[in-house]
């Protein structure tokens, strides 16, 4: 009898494998932009829907993560109105212009949009809007599977093709990774896996580049540690008051 919790262990391994040996170049240059936004006082923008706004929502008031992260989120994108509702919105042409327009984006600022297919027309649009306002676009995707599909876009393009830099996830055609006898389709998917080391390393690429440079900026640590204080969260949000949605530097944590 197959293990299949070592198959679906084992592939993800691979993945990650290949993320380190293909894609550690691209991670290092996303590091690069990320560091330039912060050592100017820009913010990070994230942005995915479906399962990939699991991505946008890994960086934001992380442990151990940037405190200058905005994830752009909808009640119709992330599942709140319905599963079937957010597949129709992701493919809905104009919406993300309503999306940005509730956002303070600004030209020193980098956006991450995750989608494994890049082919639906909200992440392509959002990486076009947020390039309209100046900002950096790292696109992170599934190439593989990507260009061998058409756009649902009518423009034709998909995200990798738009945007200024795009990383490979790894993650092969379906996501899931583990076949099942007497399933006719794969179960476990990877993409989670594979976008939460992607973002987590350009991260650790960026706050290298900026110990380097003699700069900093605030980084999470965790409410639940020893010495974790209520102010010291409060102090490393306070410059991003008005620019991110979903902080209140003013709200009292027990």
Not at 208 to 225: F, R, Y
Not at 230 to 236: C, E, F, H, I
Request: with cysteine; proline share 3%.
């Amino acid at each position: 009898m197959n293990n299949n919790i070592e198959i679906y262990i084992d592939g993800l391994k691979e993945i990650l494998d290949r993320i380190r040996d293909g894609q550690q170049e691209n991670i290092r240059r996303a590091g690069h932009i990320v560091a330039n936004s912060l050592s100017v006082g820009g913010l990070i923008h994230t942005f995915g829907t479906g399962h990939s706004h699991i991505i946008s929502e890994e960086m934001f008031f992380r442990a151990g993560g940037i405190a200058a992260v905005n994830p752009i989120l909808d009640e119709r994108l992330i599942f709140l109105k319905g599963a079937l509702e957010s597949t129709r919105a992701e493919r809905e042409e104009g919406f993300a212009q309503k999306l940005i327009a509730r956002e303070d984006v600004s030209d020193t600022d980098t956006a991450i949009i995750i989608s494994n297919s890049g082919r639906n027309a909200v992440p392509v649009e959002m990486g076009l809007e947020m390039k309209k306002r100046g900002a950096k676009v790292i696109a992170i995707t599934s190439l593989e599977p990507s260009r061998a599909t058409t756009a649902r876009w009518s423009g034709g393009k998909k995200l990798y093709e738009i945007a200024d830099l795009a990383i490979d996830n790894c993650v092969p055609q379906g996501d899931a990774l583990v076949k099942l006898d007497g399933l006719a389709s794969k179960t476990a998917a990877s993409s989670t896996v594979a976008g939460a080391a992607i973002v987590h390393s350009i991260v650790i690429v960026a706050l290298e580049e900026l110990i380097a440079a003699g700069k900093t900026t605030p980084v999470l640590q965790s409410a639940n540690v020893a010495g974790s204080t209520a102010d010291a969260l409060k102090t490393a949000l306070e410059p991003y008051r008005g620019r991110i949605r979903y902080i209140d530097p003013d709200t009292e944590l027990d």
